[in-house]
């Protein structure tokens, strides 16, 4: 075995089964290890790396404003945190933003708000706000967050666990406006669901919901870590219902692959709950971040990358449904956003990632049936096809050996 395999598995903790692959090196859409062999990347660090690897515009802004002024917490006002929040509020339509560095804190951040704004501004008893959230959710991996889970194994030896949340099955409007109760503070919500095998709601399932909480005055907020910033062919996936939440969440894409970066969007009755010291972050919103968030969100725009992942995802889902094999059950996704569904009597979807990444594609499993394709929003038409032929070879393969078996 690799000699940093095995260091790794001495002395990190085994909370993830990575692949058996060595990376040293990452350059647009393309990976490369320890012994010099490439590979196509078609998961983007779970849709961290949607510019793609060492942008050289976000390279240069990291080292520029790394040479200038990196940390100095927000015990002081800097010069380029602002500028980042006017320009990220006025893309999403919020009013104020509270930066954080991870998924699960901007999702810690929007349920304190939400809790917050039922006892100050909706006028729910103290300690009796609840949120509702959906069967199947991934929202991060706090107490808090695998406390609202669906899935055994993240909450598995981790309690007691925070009390004020409902779980009802995702897609169902119905169920939502069912659940609700005077005491609702918030419906948090990914658009797509990520880790659960890229769910696709019901084409205006979003529309429904966000009409139901405006009914009964109950914020609806949206977790587009994964999925906004341009992976789902929109610069936000809620867009495709055309709705406008209470409150956002944002993380993965907004570093550009070079930091963790995230944020709480809300307009001001919602973010106006926050008093010095409620909340905060000794990283949260630095300089470094700021600088290159900015430049990230420029870069989306000035090349396309939300119409790219219309445009490319749509095409791809097109070729990957045309494969005639026993081992696909389903294909869904939009954009750029896509999973694969593998028949459980077939394979395992860590088995044909292990044949993928023999075929030079490195991707990534979701739960045991789902093989994700998330690459980097920069990706070529001419690059996907040559995944395809990549991808047909490894089922290729894999019918013949079973037959062999």
Not at 33 to 53: I, T
Request: one cysteine or more; hydrophobic letters at 40%.
């Amino acid at each position: 075995m690799n000699t940093i395999i095995d260091l790794e598995e001495d002395y990190c903790a085994h909370n993830y089964q990575p692949l058996p692959v060595v990376l040293v090196h990452g350059e647009g859409v393309y990976l490369w290890d320890d012994e010099g062999q490439n590979y196509l990347d078609m998961m983007s660090a779970y849709s961290a790396v949607s510019h793609g690897h060492a942008h050289p515009r976000l390279v240069k802004t990291l080292i520029e404003q790394a040479q200038r002024l990196a940390v100095v917490s927000r015990a002081y006002y800097t010069d380029k945190l602002p500028q980042f929040l006017e320009r990220i509020c006025l893309l999403t339509n919020q009013d104020r933003a509270l930066p954080m560095n991870t998924g699960a804190e901007a999702v810690e951040t929007a349920i304190k708000a939400a809790r917050k704004w039922a006892y100050k501004v909706k006028g729910v008893e103290n300690d009796k706000a609840e949120i509702i959230t959906c069967a199947g959710n991934f929202h991060g991996r706090t107490i808090a967050i695998i406390g609202f889970s669906s899935e055994a194994q993240y909450r598995d030896g981790f309690g007691p666990f925070p009390a004020g949340f409902k779980s009802i099955p995702f897609g169902d409007a119905s169920a939502l406006e069912a659940a609700i109760t005077p005491n609702t503070a918030a419906f948090l919500v990914e658009p797509i669901q990520g880790e659960a095998g890229i769910i696709v709601p019901p084409d205006g399932y979003l529309a429904e919901c966000a009409e139901i909480c405006n009914k009964h005055n109950v914020l609806l907020i949206c977790d587009e870590v994964q999925t906004g910033l341009g992976r789902t062919g929109e610069f936000l996936a809620c867009q495709h219902d055309d709705v406008q939440p209470d409150g956002l969440i944002l993380g993965k894409a907004l570093g550009g692959g070079l930091l963790p970066i995230s944020m709480f969007l809300a307009r001001d009755d919602v973010m106006g709950v926050f008093n010095p010291g409620d909340h905060g972050s000794t990283f949260g919103g630095n300089p470094l971040a700021a600088a290159v968030a900015f430049e990230a969100i420029s870069v989306l725009g000035e090349e396309k990358l939300p119409e790219r992942s219309k445009e490319l995802g749509a095409y791809f889902i097109k070729r990957l449904r045309s494969l005639d094999t026993p081992f696909i059950k389903d294909i869904r996704g939009r954009g750029l956003f896509i999973g694969m569904e593998i028949d459980p009597t077939k394979a395992t979807a860590r088995a044909v990632c292990e044949e993928l990444l023999r075929n030079s594609i490195l991707s990534k499993e979701t739960h045991d049936t789902v093989v994700r394709f998330t690459p980097p929003l920069i990706i070529t038409k001419e690059e996907l096809d040559w995944a395809f032929a990549r991808i047909k070879h490894v089922f290729e393969t894999m019918e013949r050996m079973n037959s062999a078996a």
